[in-house]
Each structure stands twice: as C-alpha cells, then as structure tokens.
Nanobody
Framework: QVQLVESGGGLVQPGGSLRLSCAAS????????MGWYRQAPGKERELVAT???????NYSDSVKGRFTISRDNAKNTVYLQMSSLKPEDTAVYYC???????????????WGQGTQVTVSS
C-alpha cells in the first residue's frame, strides 16, 4: 500500500506564511507528478499546484506568485510554501501523488488525509 502524510497546516494571520509537507511511503517503485489541491467549505476540490518528476511546475491563477511547490525525490516528499496568505486561502489542503508500485504497471493516484489551513485575524 501507499500512504501520503501531510503536515504543516494551522492558523495564520492574513499576510502570513505557512509551509506544507507531504511524504509518500510504502510500496513505491517511482512517482510521477505530485501536487496540492484544496477544498473550502461548500466548494469543490480545486487544483493549487502540481510538479512533475522533472520539468515545469503548474499553478492555479489564484496562487501564482504567492505559493511555491517543490519536491525532494530522494525523500518522496512534496512541499508547498505559501506566502502572502489571504482569508480566501482557507481550506483543507490535500496532497496527491501519481505512484507506480512496480515496474511496468500503471501510475495510480493516491491522496493524503488533508491538513487544515485557516487564514484569519
């Protein structure tokens, strides 16, 4: 099995910063794209940012210039550095990874349990 464990959420004032981490563990042969999504109360889950195993990261327009996604392939870990946070960034943030568990098998999508980020004064 594959587990994704997020950490780093919490309460922060507007304009503040937080760093989220997500570590993948278990039966992993390789990981393709990793990413962060978020879901606010009453809204659908939306893309925040993704990063391929190599190449250019992708950001939603609402976070571009404020958030930075990065990854450490040796640790199977993805990070999300969030700056200039706004109340509208309040949501549960979910980590996602496209994981191949054995050679020559398809990549499957795995999700973390989510971590709450609240931006409020």
């Amino acid at each position: 099995q594959v587990q994704l464990v997020e950490s780093g959420g919490g309460l922060v004032q507007p304009g503040g910063s937080l760093r989220l981490s997500c570590a993948a563990s278990g039966s992993i042969y390789s990981i393709n794209a990793m990413g962060w999504y978020r879901q606010a109360p009453g809204k659908e889950r939306e893309l925040v940012a993704t990063i391929p195993s190599d190449g250019t990261s992708n950001y939603s327009d609402s976070v571009k210039g404020r958030f930075t996604i990065s990854r450490d392939n040796a640790k199977n870990t993805v990070y999300l550095q969030m700056s200039s946070l706004k109340p509208e960034d309040t949501a549960v943030y979910y980590c996602n990874a496209q994981v191949r568990r054995r050679y020559h098998t398809p990549y499957l999508s795995y999700w973390g349990q989510g971590t709450q980020v609240t931006v409020s004064s």
